[in-house]
Structures are given as C-alpha cells and as structure tokens.
C-alpha cells in the first residue's frame, strides 16, 4: 500500500519536471521549426546551389593539397552540417543516402532514406523550386550523374523510391523545371516524346542555337566529370547563359556526383579530380557573378563518403604522388558517414539555428538550408 502511494507521488513530480524544462529551452526540434531568416536588407535575384555527393571537409582539403592551391570558396562564410536522415522511428539518427539528404537540401523537410521529394508519411514535399516558380523565376539542373540521380530528381520528382526510375522520369517531364542537363542515360533517350509533350527540346550534347527555346532537357552524351572537354563547367556556363534570359533571375541546383561515386571505390585520384573539377566550376561562377551581389551561391554535400582523412605529414596509411606533390590519405569505409559537412555561403545572409553550443563554429541541420532559401524567394513576393 505504501509502495502505492509513492508511485503515485513520484510520476506527476517527474512529468511537471519534464514540461518545466520544456518551457525554459525549446529543443532542437521546436527551434528548427522557427523560421530560419534572411538577415535585413538582403536583395537575392538568383541562387546558385552547388552540391558535392558525398564530400567531407577532407574531400575539399584532397583537392587543395593536390593542387597546391586554396579553393577560393573557402573562404566565405562557413558552416558545419548534420546531415541524417530519419529512421522508421522518426529521430534524425541514421546515416543518409543521397535520396533522403537531396530531399532535404531540396524541400528542408527530413525524411527516411529512399524517398525522393517524399516526407516519411510518404507525402510529396514543397521543394525549394516550387516556391522560386510562385515568384516567376527560372529553375534548372546539372549533374554529372544521370538525370534521374538521387540528387537531381529529388529537386524534381516525387518518388516512394530512388529506384522507381520510370515514376521519376514520368514525375520529372511533368514537373516545372525549365532545363536539366545530366549525363546521358537511355531512359530519357527511350522516353524523349514524354518531354517533347510538355514543350521540352531534346539534345544530346550543349547545343548552342536551341538556347532560346522555352525549355531543355540535355542528355549528354559527351559529358565527364573531369576533363577539361565537356566538363561539369561547361555544363554549368551553357545552363547560366540559358537561364539568365529570365529577368526575374533564376534559381540553379549544380551536383558533382562523382566525388562520391570515386569514394564508394576508395579511387582517391578521381575523387581529386571531381572535387578540382567543381572548384574550377565554383571559379567560373565566382567570375561570371562577380560584380552582382544579387546572386546568391551556396556550396555544400548531402553527405560525406568514406571516412577519409588526409595530411600533409605522412603519417597515414596511403601517399598521393603527382609530379612533386605528395600527402597522406586514408579510408575508413567505402560507405557514407555521418561526419558533419561543410556549408559555404558566398554571402553570409541566413540567422541559422546553432544545433550545438559551440563558439568557434555553427553546426546547422541540412534543412535550415531550404527553409532559409525558401524565406528568401518568399521576400520576392513583397
Ligand atoms: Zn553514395
């Protein structure tokens, strides 16, 4: 009887406990679900959003070393991001794919691995293109992967799985994207007409007179991750001069895919490549935009691939050796992993929400990212 009442006693005292601390700090959640702000006075036409499947800190780091260079991105107004995905449970506690993180870049909506522009209720998702739409601004898509990538068609499709590729082609022909540009695949080759019904021009390589057209899906054929031909560079070039024919601006999602592809196998000289290759491509856009303030580029991952550490000293398992450059590197996995990744902003416009408490740098969650960038188009509407 007396153990009873003790119980009794106990339960409302923990339970007042709990809703008293609840009242004093909001948890992460509630915060995340505050807006995240525009900082005033910010005036953004276009934004650029530069994305490296599966690079680290160290994936950037790999290139710098090798090319004896600092990639001038680096510089700019830097972030850390948590970038897991939801378990069945609903927590933020699994190691991504590149379907749920794209998700979340896309929409700011977290969901389970898999799903392509779709919550964990298996509900289509508000993606940051659709919003840009609403103020009239042109959007677009390049990748070094197929079109139907994870990462692309989770800016474009809605999809219960990666895997489902007629359900992503069919959503993607059917979506309001003005232009993709990916490396060729014969799904949009077999499924051309389905475009062509919706106003798209098909090609397969960066054809210079069908610019003017209303809309473009470019499969192409001639694309490498790396070279100095048909680059992602030269993809990006052909994708602003075709979009900033909208004098509303335009809103531009880049992938390199192949940084994770190359980690997945551990080939570090390709994962080099990949990662020169979209800084040669961030070169390219630091000078095209120079001398407009108005275009906002933010380059991040969705995740990072492969555990990889490198150093100067030799102090690591493997040594880098081109000409006279030589470093250490090292795996620790061929999988993702859930270290943070980098967040560089050319303009340091958002009040992100600090998921730790920690001085010398801001861990955001990838979706403060979208929700940020979807405030911002919203500005246009004033
Ligand atoms: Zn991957």
Redesign the pocket.
């Known amino acids: 009887m007396k153990k009873n009442f003790v119980l009794f006693l106990v339960l409302p005292i923990s339970l007042l406990c709990v809703a008293c601390g609840k009242d004093a700090e909001p948890t992460i959640n509630e915060k995340l679900n505050a807006d995240i702000t525009v900082k005033d006075g910010t005036n953004i036409k276009n934004i650029i959003y530069v994305i490296g499947?599966?690079m680290g800190f160290n994936s950037i780091k790999a290139g710098e070393l090798a090319t004896n260079t600092n990639f001038a991105f680096t510089k700019w107004a830097e972030y850390q991001s948590n970038t897991n995905s939801l378990n069945d449970k609903g927590l933020d506690v699994l190691i991504t794919?590149?379907a749920a993180a794209g998700t979340a870049l896309a929409s700011g909506t977290l969901t389970i691995n898999g799903r392509i522009g779709k919550d964990k209720e298996f509900m289509d998702v508000e993606t940051i293109f659709d919003v840009a739409k609403t103020v009239n601004k042109s959007v677009g898509i390049v990748t070094t992967d197929t079109i139907n990538g994870a990462t692309p068609a989770a800016f474009s499709a809605h999809a219960n799985d990666r895997d489902y590729s007629e359900e992503i082609v069919n959503s993607q022909a059917n979506s309001e994207v003005d232009l993709f540009i990916g490396n060729y695949s014969d799904l949009y080759e077999t499924n051309k007409t389905l475009f062509e019904q919706k106003n798209f021009t098909y090609s397969k390589n960066l054809n210079s007179e069908i610019l003017s057209k209303e809309r473009l899906i470019i499969n192409n054929e001639n694309m490498s991750p790396y070279s100095e031909a048909n680059s992602l560079r030269d993809s990006v070039e052909y994708a602003v001069d075709y979009l900033s024919k909208n004098n509303n601006g335009f809103t531009l999602m880049i992938e390199q895919a192949h940084i994770?592809?190359a980690?997945?196998s551990n080939d570090f000289n390709n994962m080099v490549r990949a990662a020169v290759e979209l800084n040669k491509t961030l070169d390219y856009l630091i000078d095209r935009f120079k001398d407009q303030s108005d275009t906002l580029i933010v380059v991040t991952a969705d995740?990072e691939?492969g555990g990889l550490k490198v150093s100067p000293e030799m102090d690591l398992k493997n040594i880098y050796l081109q000409d006279d450059i030589s470093f250490a590197y090292e795996y620790s996995t061929n999988?993702?992993t859930t270290t943070h990744v980098p967040v560089y902003l050319n303009q340091d416009i958002f009040n992100f929400v600090n998921l730790e408490d920690n001085a010398s740098y801001t861990v955001i969650k990838n979706i403060q990212i979208a929700r940020g960038m979807k405030n911002l188009l919203l500005l246009n509407k004033k």
């Open positions: 499947d599966g794919d590149s994770d592809k980690s997945h995740h691939t999988s993702h």
